[in-house]
């Protein structure tokens, strides 16, 4: 939670210097949710719904994009065990699971419910990244903000595609 590093003056023992991690900084109460919240009834107000929705495609685009540089031309499987990773770097405490010709991904938190519950659409950016890294069409199945216990999410894999478990 706490970094510290060494800094010269001259003469004598180097300054220590602490400073918190982004772990750290994240036990702090912080205003992000409310700032978010508000950006977004702002863009609500004044961009047209297809704007937004576009808008939110981007961020899930750009995000994917990030990553599918490091998902290329892995198989399958491994694509899956990177990207659950990565959904982890997000925020995201994900699972995946292979049931035949189906791919299940669950998503048992999400860093976005607080914002979700006044901007559902914020619920796009991951179902987007998921299809965009994965390069499949991702279903919704479940969702947090719908009473759900978890997100839930399936792809169904082409019968060439299904070869390797999961």
Same mark, same amino acid.
């Given at each position: 939670?706490?970094?510290?590093?060494?800094?010269?003056?001259?003469?004598?023992?180097?300054?220590?210097?602490?400073?918190?991690?982004?772990?750290?900084?994240?036990?702090?109460?912080?205003?992000?949710?409310?700032?978010?919240?508000?950006?977004?009834?702002?863009?609500?107000?004044?961009?047209?719904?297809?704007?937004?929705?576009?808008?939110?495609?981007?961020?899930?685009?750009?995000?994917?994009?990030?990553?599918?540089?490091?998902?290329?031309?892995?198989?399958?499987?491994?694509?899956?065990?990177?990207?659950?990773?990565?959904?982890?770097?997000?925020?995201?405490?994900? *699972? $995946?699971?292979?049931? #035949? =010709?189906?791919? @299940?991904?669950?998503? %048992? !938190?999400? +860093?976005?419910? /607080?914002?979700?519950? &006044?901007?559902? *659409? $914020?619920?796009?950016? #991951? =179902?987007?990244? @998921?299809?965009?890294? %994965? !390069?499949? +069409?991702?279903? /919704?199945?479940?969702? &947090?903000?719908?009473?759900?216990?978890?997100?839930?999410?399936?792809?169904?894999?082409?019968?060439?595609?299904?070869?390797?478990?999961?």
């Amino acid at each position: 939670m706490v970094t510290v590093e060494n800094e010269r003056h001259g003469v004598g023992r180097p300054r220590q210097l602490f400073s918190l991690t982004e772990t750290g900084l994240d036990l702090f109460s912080s205003r992000y949710v409310r700032l978010t919240n508000r950006l977004l009834d702002e863009l609500k107000e004044s961009t047209p719904p297809d704007t937004l929705a576009a808008l939110f495609s981007g961020v899930a685009a750009t995000m994917a994009d990030q990553v599918g540089r490091k998902l290329e031309g892995l198989p399958l499987p491994e694509r899956l065990a990177r990207m659950i990773e990565l959904l982890s770097e997000e925020g995201f405490e994900a *699972e $995946v699971e292979q049931r #035949d =010709q189906r791919i @299940i991904i669950r998503e %048992l !938190s999400c +860093p976005y419910f /607080r914002i979700g519950r &006044l901007h559902p *659409e $914020v619920c796009t950016v #991951d =179902q987007a990244f @998921i299809a965009t890294a %994965l !390069s499949l +069409p991702v279903e /919704r199945v479940t969702c &947090l903000l719908q009473g759900a216990d978890m997100c839930t999410f399936e792809v169904a894999l082409e019968p060439d595609r299904g070869g390797a478990p999961v």
